[in-house]
């Protein structure tokens, strides 16, 4: 069995630079997205605590299985620590053996990201140049980098109410090809942009987007609203919009659809992956108004740790542990581990 620790995620990254592995991402998650009706799925199994929410995330095809351990938060920066931290697993379906453990704290950034740009792929337009990003916190910088894989961006507009999260910002990006134009209210920073992302920890629900704002063409990336009663977008903005989902039946308790209600369903378009089969068609024009409502689902786990698995063996990296009993000379003999202790 692996074990991937922080380091050694850092150094897979830095093997095929940031970019690259964007992209690499990307491509797995299109490729788990299109063979979607191949994997066991369910909604996250969450346990909601005083402050915050512990939560499994499981899913497998025929061949492997993975789940994710995540929380989420929102007081923890006050004492400077992450509103989200996660751990992952990826095993062998046919003995149940697992093969992989991984720290995915960082790696649900990615492939947060990867998911965000992979759905822009299909309803953003493709010729888009200029990102506006609400919310200057740990996903942000993830999120435009793995925009700026896919779209050769030119501009990006920042906001976010603490001045202190936008001077790390520029800080961690300033050497991107694209330019940094700080905003002075979400509402002035979206004009003429083409892709937008709302990504901010506030709890409860709140209008960070105005459907009054918005322009035809735009395309909205909803990361933030991600658990019961936490949404960012005014819900006008979901009923005159291209909405797509991940996996209805997760969304519609913790996206922003669930401030519809029992209508939720009529007003979402599709799910992701009925855009990655050309089941249905993404974008349509160059007028319409479309949003990816984003929470995070299990199979972007499997898609990413099926990644750095294939990657810690090409590159043999990562920590041989010995979390499992593989040496017993007879399998039914699980005591003999213990024979020698008094």
């Not at 720290?103 to 200029?130: C, D, F, H, V, W």
């Not at 507009?157 to 202190?164: A, C, P, R």
Request: net charge negative.
């Amino acid at each position: 069995m692996i074990l991937l620790e922080i380091a050694t995620v850092k150094q897979l990254i830095i093997k095929l630079g940031i970019k690259n592995f964007f992209i690499r991402l990307v491509e797995n998650l299109q490729e788990d997205f299109g063979h979607w009706s191949e994997f066991e799925k369910s909604s996250r199994h969450a346990i909601y605590v005083e402050n915050g929410v512990l939560e499994l995330m499981p899913v497998c095809n025929k061949s492997l299985y993975s789940f994710k351990y995540v929380n989420g938060h929102p007081n923890n920066a006050m004492r400077n620590k992450l509103t989200v931290v996660a751990l992952g697993m990826l095993a062998d379906v046919n003995t149940g053996y697992p093969l992989l453990l991984s720290e995915m704290t960082l790696l649900t950034a990615i492939r947060t990201a990867a998911t965000s740009a992979l759905a822009s792929r299909y309803l953003a337009k493709t010729n888009s140049k200029k990102l506006a990003i609400i919310g200057c916190g740990a996903q942000s910088e993830f999120q435009v980098l793995a925009h700026h894989a896919l779209f050769d961006l030119s501009e990006v507009h920042y906001f976010d109410l603490d001045n202190h999260a936008m001077e790390r910002f520029v800080q961690n990006l300033s050497n991107e090809s694209f330019k940094l134009i700080k905003g002075t209210s979400a509402q002035e920073m979206i004009k003429d942009v083409d892709i937008i992302v709302t990504a901010t920890a506030a709890p409860g629900k709140n209008h960070v987007l105005e459907y009054a704002w918005l322009q035809p063409g735009q395309h909205i990336c909803g990361i933030g609203g991600d658990s019961v009663g936490k949404t960012e977008l005014d819900p006008k903005i979901l009923k005159h919009s291209k909405v797509v989902v991940e996996y209805f039946s997760q969304t519609a308790h913790e996206g922003e659809v669930q401030n519809l209600g029992d209508e939720a369903k009529k007003y979402v378009y599709a799910e992701l992956w009925q855009l990655v089969t050309k089941e249905k068609p993404g974008r349509q024009n160059d007028t319409e108004l479309t949003l990816f409502d984003s929470v995070g689902f299990a199979l972007e786990d499997f898609s990413v740790l099926r990644l750095v698995y294939e990657l810690a063996k090409q590159y043999q990296l990562g920590k041989k542990v010995d979390l499992i009993p593989e040496s017993l000379s007879d399998c039914k003999n699980l005591f003999g581990l213990l024979k020698n202790i008094s």
